[in-house]
């Protein structure tokens, strides 16, 4: 789920990670400084439409080293959210970069997620415009719950509960529907889709030549 971060400041007293709050936290999260950049799955792949595998090993260098490189691939593609099957990876998990619509910024990860959403006589559903670093270019409007809540693990096994209102609410639902197997195409009506398709045929290769100059620039 793409977003352009505000990168050139390097700290911020209005984030979460994990779900608390810190004083400090750096533009670029240590996870993608130690991480290496993997390739991003397309629409029509298959490992984006089948629903992903419960982690069930947790506390391991290479669960660790998964999420570093999902974090500097969200990076390097400018996105607020990357689910695993999104790097070709068919396991429970995401990670996030992303701000809620009162500017604070919330970081971390979370594997086997699962989601409170309001009922449908509390809920307010709010149509914003969505995209995806796997539909490369294009964005639509998809209706979502305005406040939901995920509850799941962190790499160490430890329960996490991680609540998120406006856009970051937003971007909870993205990636769960990733792991479900789910992109947001089809969450919309069948003109909607193919004018996504359409936008993404058109303005892909520019998007993965904005990819290539970042991760060039971050190698310098």
């Given at each position: 789920m793409p977003v352009r971060h505000e990168h050139s400041r390097s700290v911020d007293r209005r984030v979460r990670v994990q779900g608390r709050p810190v004083d400090a936290y750096p533009a670029l999260p240590p996870e993608a400084k130690r991480g290496s950049v993997r390739n991003i799955t397309v629409v029509g792949e298959e490992v984006l439409g089948r629903p992903c595998r419960d982690v069930t090993e947790f506390g391991t260098p290479e669960l660790s080293a998964l999420i570093d490189d999902m974090f500097l691939t969200m990076h390097v593609a400018d996105g607020a959210g990357l689910a695993a099957n999104q790097i070709g990876i068919g396991l429970r998990l995401f990670v996030y970069d992303c701000p809620d619509d009162h500017g604070i910024r919330h970081v971390g990860h979370i594997i086997n997620p699962v989601l409170d959403v309001p009922g449908p006589d509390s809920r307010r559903l709010i149509d914003d415009l969505e995209g995806c670093l796997s539909v490369p270019g294009a964005t639509m409007t998809v209706p979502r719950?305005?406040?939901?809540?995920?509850?799941?693990?962190?790499?160490?096994?430890?329960?996490?509960?991680?609540?998120?209102?406006?856009?970051?609410?937003?971007?909870?639902?993205?990636?769960?529907?990733h792991l479900a197997g789910h992109t947001y195409l089809d969450r919309l009506p069948k003109r909607d889709r193919k004018d996504a398709l359409r936008q993404m045929q058109d303005r892909q290769e520019d998007v993965f030549t904005q990819r290539a100059n970042r991760a060039a620039r971050l190698n310098q």
């Open positions: 719950t305005d406040r939901t809540i995920a509850r799941g693990f962190d790499k160490d096994g430890n329960p996490l509960v991680i609540e998120g209102t406006g856009y970051f609410a937003r971007c909870l639902q993205h990636e769960t529907d």
